[in-house]
């Protein structure tokens, strides 16, 4: 059973950086690892994924430049740094996992499971 757990989260100004971390238990594999968010009357979408085999990195456009996905092998963690925080970014956050390889576009990234989420909440 894949176990993910998020935490990070917070309220900051805009411009302010946060990053989110997510535990994985059990460790990496070669499966899809991503964050995605939902902002209240919105649709979830991903943000960021990454390929633990090989590094590949993947970005949504709104977050290109700003954020940047990594991952520790050695502590099974994954994260998400995210600066230059805009109000928009503000949502609930979700570390997930699954499938094999990601897929080019975070669009057809399905997880099959998913951590209980953390908020981050950007104010002007």
């Known amino acids: 059973q894949v176990q993910l757990v998020e935490s990070g989260g917070g309220s900051v100004q805009a411009g302010r950086s946060l990053r989110l971390s997510c535990v994985r238990s059990p460790p990496f594999s070669d499966r899809c690892m991503g964050w995605f968010r939902q902002a209240p009357g919105k649709e979830r979408e991903g943000v960021a994924a990454?390929?633990?085999?090989?590094?590949?990195?993947y970005y949504a456009d709104s977050v290109k430049g700003r954020f940047t996905i990594s991952l520790d092998k050695g502590t099974n963690t994954l994260y998400l740094q995210m600066n230059s925080l805009q109000p928009d970014d503000t949502a609930m956050y979700y570390c997930?996992?699954?499938?094999?390889?990601?897929?080019?576009?975070?669009?057809?990234?399905?997880?099959?499971?998913w951590g209980q989420g953390t908020q981050v909440t950007v104010s002007t």
């Open positions: 997930a996992t699954g499938g094999g390889g990601c897929p080019p576009t975070l669009a057809y990234f399905h997880p099959a499971h």
């Open positions: 990454i390929y633990p085999a090989y590094g590949h990195t």
